[in-house]
Structure formats: C-alpha cells, structure tokens
Nanobody, 130 residues
Framework: VQLQASGGGLVQPGGSLRLSCLTS????????IVWFRQAPGKEREGVSC????????FYEESVKGRFTISRNDDKNTVDLQMNGLKPDDSAIYYC????????????????????????WGKGTQVTVSS
C-alpha cells in the first residue's frame, strides 16, 4: 500500500489549499483514509477521515465547516479541501490508512491518534502566514 500526499504550500490567513493523497484503486475501494497533521512541538492529531463504506466524512472539531474530505476516483486520490485557513492550521499534513477496518469517528474523539495505522505517506507542509 502506497500513499503520497501533495498540495501543501504557503498561504495567507483566510486562504485555501487543496491537499491530495494519491493511492491505488484497491485502497480507495476498501480502506478508510485519514488525514493527520503535526505542528512543531505539538502532538499529531487526526484532522479528517473518509469512511469508504459508506462514503462518509468525519472531521476534528476545529476544522468542521472549513475542511472537506472527498474522493476522486478518476485520479485515485482522497483530497482535503481546506478553506478559511488559520495560522493554527500550519503543520505537516500526512495521509494514512490501515489494512484492517477501523471507525473513522475516532477522528471526532481524538482516539484515532492512538491507533497504530500501518501505512503512511510522506507529509506535505502547510504554512499559513501573512
């Protein structure tokens, strides 16, 4: 299982970025995909998760209403559209998955950070600054 995150960059507060997690069709059809982030000196946190079956998104509280996770079957990506970006959103963003089922709702409770997901992509840096 391979994952590759891209789309990070420097953006001003209030701006937008779209991250993409490139993977395979097999992963897209069977495995939930999680977006995590980690800022310097802070613990890694789950940001959003796409429950593949059924196609249901979950979000950490601080990004609800600003971030949208979705799948692009043509490109085999799970994307994270980030609007209304704030300096606190600055971090390295990673996408991850596992070969075993797990509940994406764990993103809402924070429990996802205690799950040892087996497959990770390299991160992409998001910096929100004026």
């Amino acid at each position: 299982v391979q994952l590759q995150a891209s789309g990070g960059g420097l953006v001003q507060p209030g701006g937008s970025l779209r991250l993409s997690c490139l993977t395979s069709g097999l992963v897209m059809n069977y495995y939930n995909i999680v977006w995590f982030r980690q800022a310097p000196g802070k613990e890694r946190e789950g940001v959003s998760c796409l429950q593949i079956i059924p196609n249901t998104p979950f979000y950490e509280e601080s990004v609800k209403g600003r971030f949208t996770i979705s799948r692009n079957d043509d490109k085999n990506t799970v994307d994270l559209q980030m609007n209304g970006l704030k300096p606190d959103d600055s971090a390295i963003y990673y996408c991850a998955t596992d070969g075993a089922p797990f509940d994406c709702a764990e993103v809402e409770t924070g429990a996802i950070t205690r799950r040892a997901l087996r497959y990770w992509g390299k991160g992409t840096q998001v910096t929100v600054s004026s």
